[in-house]
């Protein structure tokens, strides 16, 4: 994240993020004038390996971490006997399910959580059939449900959950939208961060309080305070560039602020989003549309990202370093200024 874009420190961008996600993975969904939309907020956080990923994760209350990318670890699957096996996902029901080494998922992975992550539903089939359907109470209240399909071979899985992915880097098979169901966060520890790291001091923290009251009810925001959020989140975001396959992008980026504010909502006491709600979530604007752009860069410009923004490096200290000439520096740097990733 760029230096002249935070408003807030980096540790406590994290925090006040994670509580979203931790707060929202129960949460019925939030009505808006013209959709509604599912308050589970989900963060994608990319991160240099060794930089303390996975012991961030092992702080996150009323989580689940999983290491295994396959298909049925993601959604269950069906045994010989014909009984349900649960998934990491219903694990996590009504609570947060972490993906570490998120770098890892397969297509097949990807394919499952966007239906999962944008409807708390996903169809599977298989050559067995489902005899023994589970039986755990009222599912609804436990956040998930299995119902075998009408063939019998195969179920449909519902599950509340909120959603937080950590990886290395972000592949092509991530961008898109797979990319755009979460409020990405690059974070790139700096050399005195990463000393202090080896001391036994974490640069990065979670003081995240686990228990928040579950609604029965929805979120609302009325209309003015919808057109309010929209044109500010305009206004603030307008300048920052993406190529017409990419506006979807922006788009996204507007559901995640009408996600945290309803998160905000619900923190004071009430089901209705005000207008203070949404200036909380717009001070995550700059950052949200930032990221978006910062991780559809290619090898080089985010090399060269990274040496501005971590090495405060002059272009011919860059071209030196990367063994290419300052002209093609310079170039690169006027398209990252056009798109608004960097200001200098």
């Known amino acids: ?8 420190s980096e540790n406590k961008i994290v925090n006040m993020l994670i509580r979203a996600s931790v707060e929202s993975a129960s949460q019925p969904p939030i009505k808006t004038p013209f959709f509604t939309l599912r308050s ?46 649960n998934s990491a996902v219903v694990n996590s029901a009504n609570g947060v399910f972490i993906i570490d080494e998120g770098h890892r998922l397969t297509q097949g992975c990807i394919n499952a959580l966007l239906s999962l992550l944008e409807q708390g539903y996903y169809s599977r089939m298989l050559g067995y059939k489902i ?17 075998p399909n009408n063939t019998g071979n195969g179920f449909d899985l519902w599950a509340d959950f909120s959603c937080i992915w950590f990886g290395e880097r972000i592949y092509e098979q991530h961008k898109g939208a797979f990319l755009s169901r ?23 923290s979670c003081d995240v309080k ?41 788009v996204r980026g507007r559901g995640q602020l009408i996600k945290l504010a309803g998160h905000f909502a619900r923190l004071r006491g009430s089901l209705k989003i005000n207008k203070q709600d949404c ?35 002059k272009q011919e200290e860059i071209a030196g370093m990367l063994n290419i000439t ?19």
């Open 1 to 8: 994240m760029d230096d002249k874009k935070k408003e807030m």
């Open 40 to 85: 589970q907020f989900h963060i994608l956080i990319v991160m240099p390996f060794g930089t303390g990923k996975s012991s961030l994760a092992g702080h996150i209350p009323n989580s689940h971490t999983t290491l295994n990318y396959t298909l049925p670890a993601v959604v269950g699957t069906i045994n010989k006997e014909g009984d349900y096996i």
């Open 131 to 147: 005899k023994n359907p589970k039986n755990d109470g009222d599912l609804s209240k436990l956040g998930w449900e299995v119902r």
């Open 182 to 204: 979460f409020f990405p966060l690059m974070i790139a520890p700096k050399r005195n961060d990463v000393n202090d790291y080896l001391m036994g001091e974490e640069f990065l």
């Open 210 to 250: 686990g228990k928040y009251k579950k609604y029965k009810n929805n979120c609302i925001m009325d209309k003015p305070t919808f057109i309010y959020l929209t044109k500010n989140f305009i206004t603030k975001t307008d300048n920052f560039y993406f190529s017409d396959a990419e506006q979807g992008y922006r």
């Open 279 to 313: 200036d909380r979530a717009l001070l995550f604007a700059d950052i949200c549309m930032l990221n978006y752009q910062v991780v559809n860069l290619n090898p080089l410009e985010m090399k060269i990202f990274n040496l501005i923004r971590l090495g405060n490096m």
């Open 326 to 344: 300052q002209p093609v520096v310079s170039e690169y740097i006027a398209k990252l200024r056009e798109k608004h990733i960097i200001l200098k």
